[in-house]
């Protein structure tokens, strides 16, 4: 085997090392890119049976294309941080407005479900989803409103399991953010900055 790499040296030639993975290209026709990273991306494009618009997430790494709506349900809130993805599944009828945040592991095809979110009409003690983060470890944090007082708390979901950051009642909307790292997340509450790692 030296002796190969050596002769290959010699004459120019690139050696690709042996545990170096296929990369899978994701594409599908008709399809139009929602995110995308280095590691993977997410897509719309008709569903083959339904006909209705669909959300597909693939991780360059395995090439399998995953079905994000599940039945009839709507996808939103996207956030992606290959080789995880978090989104919003939420459904909406006549009497009552409920959505679930889950993140998914496109190598394997893995949910994790982390919060549901529901309110009635006119009902002050519904809460709505706020802001949600994501990390390349697939940690998540996000931001729940109480739809009658904008009261918001800030919650996670990581290694060290599900806990409630900031008890709110004032996390200030769209503050959360996350070091380069991933591994620190930032937010302000009534503007005063605060600060917690995450796993």
């Not at 991780?59 to 399998?64: A, K, M, Q, V």
């Not at 294309?65 to 459904?91: C, E, G, K």
């Not at 006119?122 to 996000?142: H, I, N």
């Not at 931001?143 to 918001?152: C, E, H, L």
């Amino acid at each position: 085997m030296r002796l190969a790499v050596a002769v290959a040296l010699t004459l120019g030639l690139v050696v690709a090392p042996a545990h170096a993975a296929k990369r899978h290209t994701c594409k599908a026709r008709g399809s139009e890119t929602v995110r995308a990273d280095e590691g993977g991306r997410v897509y719309t494009r008709e569903h083959p049976r339904t006909g209705y618009e669909t959300h597909y997430a693939c991780s360059y790494r395995s090439g399998t294309h995953w079905d994000m709506n599940q039945d009839d349900d709507n996808v939103t809130a996207i956030t992606l941080a290959s080789p995880y993805v978090a989104f919003l599944r939420y459904n909406v009828d006549s009497h009552i407005a409920s959505s679930d945040l889950y993140v998914l592991d496109m190598r394997t095809g893995r949910e994790r479900f982390l919060a549901e979110f529901r309110r009635e009409p006119d009902d002050p003690a519904g809460e709505d989803f706020g802001q949600a983060v994501l990390s390349r470890s697939g940690a998540v944090a996000w931001t729940t409103v109480r739809v009658g007082d904008g009261a918001t708390r800030l919650s996670k979901r990581d290694r060290d399991g599900r806990a409630v950051l900031d008890p709110g009642p004032g996390v200030d909307a769209g503050s959360l953010a996350l070091s380069p790292s991933g591994r620190r997340l930032y937010w302000s509450n009534a503007g005063e900055p605060r600060t917690s790692r995450l796993r």
